[in-house]
């Protein structure tokens, strides 16, 4: 047994034990901390009971609440399924045109087009759908690929060059990069261009560029440089340019031909979001 | 307000405490507090019956308050369609608040507040004119401390019976008439917060439900509440509420001057005062004769032969009393009335009383309250009976068309606050030739919109201006949604993007 005596400089008893003429004060812990301690053994031991605790060899005790964080989560996204489900259903049914023109039904893939285009559209297209360079604007009049209900519900689904097996594919040639043509005939193909959207215009050079026009770009870009929704191909004599409207900008695309890539979402959102987002993004652009 | 100071010497010369430190228990036990402590504890308040003019004035007040309070919920109005027929409704759950004809909006609380302001002026230009008549007759402390002491008298007898009782140890008649009381105090209560409920919610559904736990929580909590402070208020404290707790007795003295009307001891006529026996002279000698009926019958417990004090509500019981007092002694009454400080002095002086009712106070008073009552009056009849908010749309502020045309989205709320569906055309001015579209509609140059009866529409509309290079980067615009004679306008921008290009 340790001797026990009191320390005479703070008057506090020690714990007796002594190393190389050390000696140990007994302090004790204050009570209400010990209180605490027993208190959080008591809850524990509940816990054990009420909740799951121990690891087992298949499996783990279950506890008598049977609690399950995976079985909320699920439970959860039943409720969700139910509350949605009226509202899917009548998406489901619905015909693109009846979603817009009942305004009960449009006000509802307005609401679950805006959320849905904000996780997913507005990356690349912007919150306001506004686009960027090499992303197309939404909200205008101007649409590559179509801007009727069923043409961007079908670009939503399969995507551009997305490697979907019905992708909406276009491919302009890199025409001087991989030097189909002379680079003289690319600066004279780019006043072409330029003259064709109204703008003034080397005429000589522009004279000179006709006839390669017809023959490398009227098969996409129409005769007249109007484009082609078929084949995705942009209209060359209106105000938008989706690489830029000067002409270095003009110019790079008939050297590079670049093509942007938007994913299929066929996977990734139900039939019925797709429709909402569809009838939300024509519904709030400039027609078609 | 002057005071009349009491320049009697205290009955004991302050005694030193210097030779040791006492403590303020030892000192309030000193002083006569059994108890001790810091504060004084409340003397208990045996207001006597009386009977006279300002007594009946002030049944025929507790009547009429406490009908029009307890009466009012259970009018009904008709109003068409789904609306409540409720007079007078709170609906909190509907955001509307209906009183007979008018019907106002939450965001119309200002006519509250002009109401409010109306009442404070109203209280200080009677405060002013003829004292506090408020308190003394007309606020629910008053009324329900009233009609609390009828209680008390019904089953403990008046003044003196009810001091004999609380002085004997408890005893089977003690108790029965004690918890008597209480129970028919807290049966009043009761009737007081569930009267209040039946304001907020449909009356004849919320007595049904309230019975049958399917009311509103709020019903429960605020008839709990309004119970709680009814029986307590009115049963345990009483004057206290008026001394202690309300800022009124306090703001109103800045209110009061030496022409307002109160309750006022003439203290030229009546002293000295002294007792006075049967065909005793009223010769050299004041018409007081010191028989504390004023004292007695008092409900805040004051002496008002002392002068004007703070705890005095002004209800005039003591005026009845005295005059109960004089009349039997064959005196001319109005030894105590209502009077004003300078008609006491006037008349003490020898002077003619005079009542100046038209002061610079009391016209700067009805002055503020004509001009405030007739701003909230003009409110509530001009409110416009729809009326319409645009917001912009933020991103994108404009969108450019391939042909050069510009687009602006905006979101318009329309409020149609009649009680009739209407159709109302909106149009767009401020620029020529613009179309006006709704999300997935075709364009015109107008859109109709239904928006249903008491209902708030909110409208996605696309204004798109035709191509034109010259326009400013910002323009004026306004929006006018209109159906039939009601219309209503807003003041917008419109952005060509110029400045972006």
Redesign the interface.
Known sequence: MADRETDDVTGTETTGHEWDGIRELDTPLPRWWLWVWYGSIAFAIVYWILMPAWPGVHGYTKGLLHHSDRADVASDLHALDVQRGAGASMMRKASLEQIEQDPKLQAYAQQVGQSVFGDNCATCHGVGGTGGKGYPNLRDDVWLWGGSLQDIQHTITVGVRSGHPGQRLSQMPAFGRDELLPPAAVSDLTEYVVKLSGRPADAAAAARAAPVFAEQCASCHGVDGRGMQSVGAPNLTDGEWLYGADRTAIRGQIHAGNGGVMPTWESRLSPETIKALAVYIHANAGGQ | MPTLIDKTPPKSPPKSYASTAVSAAARAKAKGDAKGGLYKPREPIYPKLVHGRWRTVKWAVLIATLAVYYITPWIRWARPGDLPQQAVLVDFTGRRFYFFDIQLWPQEVYIFTGLMVMGALGLFLVSALFGRLWCGYTCPQTVWTDLYIVVERAFEGDRNARMRLDAQPLSFNKLWRKTGKHLTWLGIAFGTGGAWIFYFHDAPTLIRTFWIGQGAMTAYVSCALLTATTYIFAGWMREQVCTYMCPWPRIQSAMLDEHSLQVAYLRDRGEPRGAHKKGQSWEDRGDCIDCNQCVVVCPMGIDIRDGSQLECINCGLCVDACDDILGRLGRPTGLIAYDSVDAVAARANGQKAVYKLVRPRTVFYAFALAVVSALTLWALIGRPEAELHVIG?R??VF??????AV?N?YTLKIANRTFADHRFEIVFSGIEGVRLSQ??RA?GASIGVVVPADQVVAVRVFV?APPNDLRPASLPGRFVVRSGDIESSAKTVFLSGAANQ
Do not use: I, K, L, Y
Request: aromatic share 0%.
């Open positions: 749309d991103n994108p969108v450019r068309m391939h042909d050069g687009r989205g999300p997935g364009a798109t």
